[in-house]
């Protein structure tokens, strides 16, 4: 309790000194003129020029979001606001001198810190079942958010129908807190588009392709950055909740996200009770075509019922998807096979590897959704329940595993012959400023974070208990390249190949070699 009271006693001052970074716009540039002038360039306080002026930022034409190679049927989506983003409602922004950040420049990149963005270290996400991790005072941080109103607005019409018939703007956009902004972001990324009456359901800016697992790390640094500055802990990591080894929800108690009864409603006892859902109701909003969720507008209270549908994914399926050496395959969507994004994603069968999706077959992050269940069930409303955060920071986690074990980049992403949005350097949408999927597929101590017992090969102390053998119809030829499934080629564990290595750096005795562990799939 004494450390909340000293973490209060810091809000006045955090909440007035600090400008946010996130999305959709800042409040200043969402004014006529500038949605007349497509330019969000603000002169920030303190400064006489927009964007800081010289050694902080300049005002300058944004890069359009690659067009290159999108699939046929995606042609037609000029009437989508997100198509080229930002590009319908902007076209130039700030550009800010390194390691200054934000809409106006007065923000820092994200791991650096101080008034003149002079500090950087490195902060440690912790299993949120740590004895390490305080999880009340972050229950109770996320509860700040909610009532924090945000600098920045969001949109309630397209833009489209912002314009009168004279060719004159009247901005739809309104303001909102901290925490459901980041909802709003979630849906937006997610909603469907209506062209001619015909509801196109598989556009996902954020979801069901290569941008998934970059979109959410993204989305989680914002969520962060938010913690750290309306408490002004710059010290502050996100907990991850480790559902690999886990049978129940184990964080579903009033202490943690909160218990609930037979219906699904939270107990009394948690501090999210009776927490509004909005933004779920995707029919209301694709019957009207114009209309953009307005976060005012509460669906229902949020809801959970963990472990009344599937089960949750286990350290073996976790095991088989960092097995896959390949970060996506052709058709970049989900019905890609041998995808580790996809297999991370929940639409692949965990022991062959193939694609299983189906309306009600999830695996791995899907399944995790489904198990909790409520709220978190549906894509639209699943960042309503806080309960959200720990489950994908372990899913970022896993990510971090995967770019270290097989030296994951920008070039693990397709540069083209994706879904719009996915390419490798398509723009987040509805981020702002601009993120693309490249700039956030690195090494998470690029931005200022790492992961509790994860080495610099992506491995953990518990590795047996994640070791796979079974690599399904996924092989590899020895030279590290993949086939197509079922092609039957010899198999190389790639856990066996990191023990030869550390024995052969240690001038020590391997237990075993590649050739000992191939195996030929005609064998299965």
């Given at each position: 309790?004494s450390?909340l009271?000293?973490?209060?006693?810091?809000i006045?001052?955090v909440l007035?000194?600090l400008?946010?970074?996130?999305?959709q716009?800042?409040?200043?540039?969402?004014?006529?003129?500038?949605?007349a002038?497509?330019?969000?360039?603000?002169?920030?306080?303190?400064f006489?020029?927009q964007?800081?002026?010289?050694g902080r930022?300049?005002?300058?034409?944004l890069?359009?979001?690659p067009l290159?190679?999108?699939?046929p049927?995606?042609?037609?989506?000029?009437g989508?606001d997100?198509y080229?983003?930002?590009s319908?409602f902007f076209?130039?922004a700030?550009?800010?001198?390194w390691p200054?950040?934000?809409?106006?420049?007065?923000?820092?990149r994200?791991?650096?810190?101080?008034s003149?963005c002079e500090?950087?270290?490195v902060?440690v996400?912790?299993?949120?079942?740590?004895?390490?991790v305080?999880?009340?005072?972050y229950?109770?941080y996320?509860?700040w958010?909610?009532?924090?109103a945000?600098?920045?607005?969001?949109?309630?019409?397209?833009?489209?129908e912002?314009?009168?018939?004279?060719?004159?703007?009247?901005?739809?956009?309104?303001?909102?807190?901290?925490?459901?902004?980041?909802?709003?972001?979630?849906?937006?990324?997610?909603k469907?588009?209506?062209?001619?009456?015909f509801?196109?359901?598989d556009?996902?800016?954020?979801?069901?392709?290569?941008?998934f697992?970059?979109?959410?790390?993204?989305?989680?640094?914002?969520?962060?950055?938010?913690?750290?500055q309306?408490s002004?802990?710059?010290?502050f990591?996100?907990p991850y909740w480790d559902?690999?080894?886990?049978d129940v929800c184990d964080i579903c108690?009033?202490?943690?996200?909160g218990?609930n009864?037979?219906?699904g409603?939270?107990?009394?006892?948690?501090?999210?009770?009776?927490?509004?859902?909005?933004?779920?109701?995707?029919m209301?909003?694709?019957?009207?075509?114009?209309?953009?969720c307005d976060p005012?507008?509460?669906?229902?209270e949020?809801?959970?019922?963990?472990?009344?549908?599937?089960?949750l994914?286990t350290k073996?399926?976790?095991g088989?998807?960092?097995?896959?050496r390949?970060?996506?395959?052709?058709?970049?969507?989900?019905?890609?096979d041998?995808?580790?994004?996809?297999?991370?994603?929940?639409?692949?069968?965990?022991t062959?590897?193939?694609t299983?999706y189906t309306?009600?077959a999830?695996a791995?992050?899907?399944a995790?959704?489904?198990?909790?269940g409520?709220t978190?069930?549906?894509v639209?409303?699943s960042?309503?329940?806080?309960?959200?955060?720990?489950?994908?920071?372990?899913?970022?986690?896993v990510?971090?595993m995967?770019i270290?074990?097989?030296?994951?980049?920008g070039?693990?992403?397709p540069?083209?012959?994706?879904?719009?949005g996915?390419?490798?350097?398509?723009?987040?949408?509805p981020l702002?400023?601009?993120?693309s999927?490249?700039?956030?597929?690195?090494?998470?101590?690029?931005?200022?974070?790492?992961?509790?017992?994860?080495d610099?090969?992506?491995f953990?102390?518990?590795e047996?208990e994640?070791?796979?053998?079974?690599?399904?119809?996924c092989?590899?030829?020895k030279d590290?390249?993949?086939?197509?499934?079922a092609?039957f080629?010899p198999?190389?564990?790639p856990?066996?190949e990191?023990?030869l290595q550390?024995?052969?750096?240690?001038n020590t005795n391997s237990?075993g070699s590649?050739?000992d562990?191939?195996?030929d799939?005609?064998?299965?």
């Amino acid at each position: 309790m004494s450390s909340l009271i000293c973490k209060l006693s810091l809000i006045v001052i955090v909440l007035t000194a600090l400008h946010r970074t996130s999305a959709q716009f800042p409040a200043s540039c969402v004014e006529t003129e500038n949605l007349a002038s497509k330019t969000c360039c603000p002169i920030p306080n303190g400064f006489t020029e927009q964007c800081g002026g010289t050694g902080r930022g300049v005002c300058t034409a944004l890069r359009p979001s690659p067009l290159n190679d999108y699939q046929p049927h995606y042609q037609f989506l000029e009437g989508d606001d997100r198509y080229a983003w930002p590009s319908v409602f902007f076209d130039y922004a700030c550009e800010c001198e390194w390691p200054f950040w934000g809409a106006d420049c007065t923000e820092c990149r994200w791991g650096y810190y101080g008034s003149e963005c002079e500090e950087t270290w490195v902060n440690v996400r912790k299993n949120i079942r740590s004895p390490e991790v305080d999880q009340e005072l972050y229950v109770e941080y996320i509860t700040w958010l909610k009532g924090n109103a945000s600098e920045y607005k969001v949109m309630t019409k397209i833009r489209s129908e912002m314009f009168d018939t004279n060719g004159t703007i009247t901005p739809q956009f309104v303001s909102v807190n901290e925490y459901d902004l980041l909802t709003w972001l979630h849906y937006y990324a997610t909603k469907h588009i209506v062209i001619d009456d015909f509801i196109f359901y598989d556009i996902d800016f954020g979801h069901l392709g290569p941008t998934f697992l970059p979109w959410h790390r993204a989305f989680l640094l914002i969520f962060e950055r938010k913690i750290q500055q309306i408490s002004g802990d710059n010290h502050f990591a996100l907990p991850y909740w480790d559902w690999a080894e886990a049978d129940v929800c184990d964080i579903c108690f009033d202490d943690y996200f909160g218990a609930n009864d037979a219906n699904g409603m939270l107990s009394e006892g948690s501090a999210f009770f009776a927490w509004p859902e909005l933004c779920s109701d995707f029919m209301a909003y694709d019957e009207s075509v114009v209309d953009v969720c307005d976060p005012a507008v509460v669906v229902r209270e949020i809801q959970r019922l963990p472990g009344v549908v599937g089960e949750l994914p286990t350290k073996k399926e976790v095991g088989f998807a960092l097995n896959q050496r390949v970060y996506d395959t052709p058709p970049y969507n989900v019905y890609s096979d041998c995808s580790f994004r996809n297999i991370m994603g929940g639409n692949v069968n965990t022991t062959s590897g193939l694609t299983m999706y189906t309306a009600d077959a999830r695996a791995m992050h899907g399944a995790v959704h489904i198990f909790l269940g409520g709220t978190m069930a549906t894509v639209p409303s699943s960042t309503n329940d806080p309960i959200f955060y720990p489950h994908h920071t372990f899913v970022d986690k896993v990510l971090e595993m995967w770019i270290r074990r097989h030296d994951g980049s920008g070039d693990s992403l397709p540069s083209k012959g994706a879904p719009i949005g996915h390419n490798r350097g398509a723009y987040h949408v509805p981020l702002f400023p601009v993120w693309s999927n490249e700039d956030v597929f690195r090494r998470t101590e690029t931005f200022g974070y790492i992961y509790d017992n994860v080495d610099e090969n992506g491995f953990t102390p518990d590795e047996d208990e994640y070791r796979n053998d079974n690599l399904g119809m996924c092989g590899y030829y020895k030279d590290g390249t993949q086939p197509k499934p079922a092609t039957f080629a010899p198999l190389v564990d790639p856990y066996a190949e990191y023990l030869l290595q550390k024995a052969n750096a240690n001038n020590t005795n391997s237990t075993g070699s590649p050739d000992d562990v191939m195996t030929d799939l005609s064998d299965m």
